[in-house]
């Protein structure tokens, strides 16, 4: 089992940026899948980025792709989304995630482990 925390949202200005952390304990963080979901007020929870157990690939949602860069820190049991050109369309609660089966995943219930969420407002 894993246990999430994330850290880092806040309210920024469009074209602005952040970086969300992530931080895992428990079981070995190499062993998960690490994603980041969004869920803003009325909309499903959604895919944002991945990346494997290994940190050698990475998927990103069309949305965000070439803004947002998923990354993680084995040593220190942390993944981090940074996100730049934040859009006002970008707010959202985000979520870190952990998936103990293979890579590849966008599904949010493949996911078997959640942090508790961290807010993010992007005004206009």
């Known amino acids: 089992q894993v246990q999430l925390v994330e850290s880092g949202g806040g309210l920024v200005q469009a074209g602005g940026s952040l970086r969300l952390s992530c931080a895992a304990s428990?079981?070995?963080?190499?062993?998960?899948?690490m994603g980041w979901f969004r869920q803003a007020p009325g909309k499903e929870r959604e895919f944002v980025a991945a990346i494997s157990k290994g940190g050698g690939s990475r998927s990103y949602a069309d949305s965000v792709k070439g803004r947002f860069t998923i990354s993680k820190d084995n040593a220190k049991n942390t993944v981090y989304l940074q996100m730049n050109s934040l859009k006002p369309e970008d707010t959202a609660v985000y979520y870190c995630?952990?998936?103990?089966?293979?890579?590849?995943?966008?599904?949010?219930?493949?996911?078997?482990?959640w942090g508790q969420g961290t807010q993010v407002t992007v005004s206009s």
């Open positions: 995630a952990a998936d103990n089966g293979g890579w590849g995943s966008r599904n949010r219930y493949d996911y078997d482990y």
């Open positions: 428990g079981r070995t963080f190499t062993s998960y899948v």
